[in-house]
Protein backbone atom coordinates (compact mmCIF):
# COMPACT_ATOMS: atom_id res chain seq x y z
CA UNK A 1 0.00 0.00 0.00
CA UNK A 2 0.88 3.32 -0.99
CA UNK A 3 1.37 6.05 1.81
CA UNK A 4 0.18 9.08 0.12
CA UNK A 5 1.32 12.70 0.86
CA UNK A 6 -0.02 15.13 2.92
CA UNK A 7 -0.92 18.73 1.50
CA UNK A 8 1.94 19.63 3.50
CA UNK A 9 4.06 17.18 2.57
CA UNK A 10 3.41 18.47 -1.10
CA UNK A 11 3.27 21.47 -0.67
CA UNK A 12 7.20 21.56 1.08
CA UNK A 13 8.06 19.38 -1.59
CA UNK A 14 7.18 22.11 -4.03
CA UNK A 15 9.05 24.73 -2.59
CA UNK A 16 11.86 22.15 -2.43
CA UNK A 17 11.70 22.00 -6.36
CA UNK A 18 11.39 25.82 -6.49
CA UNK A 19 14.58 26.78 -4.09
CA UNK A 20 16.50 24.18 -5.71
CA UNK A 21 15.51 25.73 -9.41
CA UNK A 22 16.62 28.76 -7.88
CA UNK A 23 19.87 27.54 -6.85
CA UNK A 24 20.73 25.96 -10.13
CA UNK A 25 19.72 29.52 -11.75
CA UNK A 26 21.63 31.32 -9.50
CA UNK A 27 24.89 28.79 -10.19
CA UNK A 28 24.07 28.83 -13.73
CA UNK A 29 24.67 32.62 -13.97
CA UNK A 30 27.52 32.89 -11.19
CA UNK A 31 29.63 30.55 -13.47
CA UNK A 32 28.47 32.69 -16.66
CA UNK A 33 29.88 35.78 -14.36
CA UNK A 34 33.33 33.85 -13.43
CA UNK A 35 33.59 32.44 -17.08
CA UNK A 36 33.22 36.38 -18.56
CA UNK A 37 35.94 37.02 -16.16
CA UNK A 38 38.58 34.50 -16.75
CA UNK A 39 37.85 35.38 -20.52
CA UNK A 40 38.15 39.19 -19.42
CA UNK A 41 41.55 38.05 -17.07
CA UNK A 42 43.03 36.13 -20.65
CA UNK A 43 42.57 39.14 -22.58
CA UNK A 44 45.24 41.64 -20.38
CA UNK A 45 47.49 38.62 -19.54
CA UNK A 46 49.51 36.42 -21.87
CA UNK A 47 49.51 33.48 -18.95
CA UNK A 48 47.42 33.11 -15.97
CA UNK A 49 46.39 30.30 -13.22
CA UNK A 50 44.04 29.98 -10.87
CA UNK A 51 46.19 31.76 -8.45
CA UNK A 52 45.93 34.99 -10.27
CA UNK A 53 42.03 34.69 -10.93
CA UNK A 54 41.58 33.70 -7.35
CA UNK A 55 43.37 37.16 -6.08
CA UNK A 56 40.35 39.13 -8.15
CA UNK A 57 37.82 37.42 -7.98
CA UNK A 58 35.38 37.68 -5.03
CA UNK A 59 35.00 34.46 -2.38
CA UNK A 60 31.63 33.14 -3.82
CA UNK A 61 33.34 33.27 -7.71
CA UNK A 62 36.11 30.97 -7.11
CA UNK A 63 34.27 28.11 -5.85
CA UNK A 64 32.75 28.16 -9.72
CA UNK A 65 36.66 29.00 -10.72
CA UNK A 66 37.49 25.51 -11.91
CA UNK A 67 33.85 24.94 -13.49
CA UNK A 68 34.64 27.56 -15.45
CA UNK A 69 38.61 26.62 -16.64
CA UNK A 70 37.20 23.66 -17.57
CA UNK A 71 33.77 24.82 -19.50
CA UNK A 72 36.37 27.70 -21.38
CA UNK A 73 38.85 24.80 -22.06
CA UNK A 74 36.52 22.29 -23.41
CA UNK A 75 35.14 25.52 -25.79
CA UNK A 76 38.34 25.83 -26.97
CA UNK A 77 38.57 30.23 -25.33
CA UNK A 78 41.53 29.04 -23.47
CA UNK A 79 44.06 26.26 -24.12
CA UNK A 80 47.04 24.74 -21.45
CA UNK A 81 50.42 26.01 -21.73
CA UNK A 82 52.23 22.98 -20.95
CA UNK A 83 53.67 25.10 -17.53
CA UNK A 84 52.20 24.41 -14.12
CA UNK A 85 52.87 25.88 -11.06
CA UNK A 86 52.13 25.97 -7.07
CA UNK A 87 48.71 26.71 -5.95
CA UNK A 88 48.72 28.91 -3.13
CA UNK A 89 45.38 27.85 -2.41
CA UNK A 90 45.38 26.32 1.32
CA UNK A 91 42.42 23.79 0.23
CA UNK A 92 45.64 22.63 -2.29
CA UNK A 93 48.26 21.81 -0.42
CA UNK A 94 50.49 23.31 -2.45
CA UNK A 95 49.78 21.05 -5.47
CA UNK A 96 50.85 22.26 -8.79
CA UNK A 97 48.11 23.58 -11.05
CA UNK A 98 48.04 24.77 -15.06
CA UNK A 99 49.14 27.65 -16.56
CA UNK A 100 46.31 29.36 -19.07
CA UNK A 101 46.44 30.95 -22.26
CA UNK A 102 43.58 32.08 -24.18
CA UNK A 103 43.50 30.14 -26.99
CA UNK A 104 43.70 32.02 -30.92
CA UNK A 105 39.53 31.16 -30.67
CA UNK A 106 39.44 33.01 -27.20
CA UNK A 107 41.61 36.20 -28.81
CA UNK A 108 39.35 36.57 -31.62
CA UNK A 109 36.08 36.46 -28.72
CA UNK A 110 38.30 38.93 -27.05
CA UNK A 111 39.06 41.09 -29.71
CA UNK A 112 35.34 41.55 -30.88
CA UNK A 113 34.25 42.46 -27.07
CA UNK A 114 36.85 45.16 -26.69
CA UNK A 115 35.63 46.31 -30.42
CA UNK A 116 31.51 46.04 -29.03
CA UNK A 117 32.71 47.92 -25.96
CA UNK A 118 34.49 50.65 -27.74
CA UNK A 119 31.20 50.99 -30.15
CA UNK A 120 29.02 51.11 -27.52
CA UNK A 121 31.68 54.11 -26.01
CA UNK A 122 31.62 56.09 -28.99
Known amino acids: ?4 LTVAERLA ?3 KDVLLAEIA ?10 QQAVLTFGSQHDEFSCNDL ?16 NGLRRGGVIEHTGNYVPSTSAKTHAHVIAVWRLSVRGLVIAEQRRQAAQGRAA
Open 25 to 34: DQSEWSLFVV
Open 54 to 69: RDVLPELGQGFLGSAI
Open 1 to 4: MTRH
Open 13 to 15: TAE
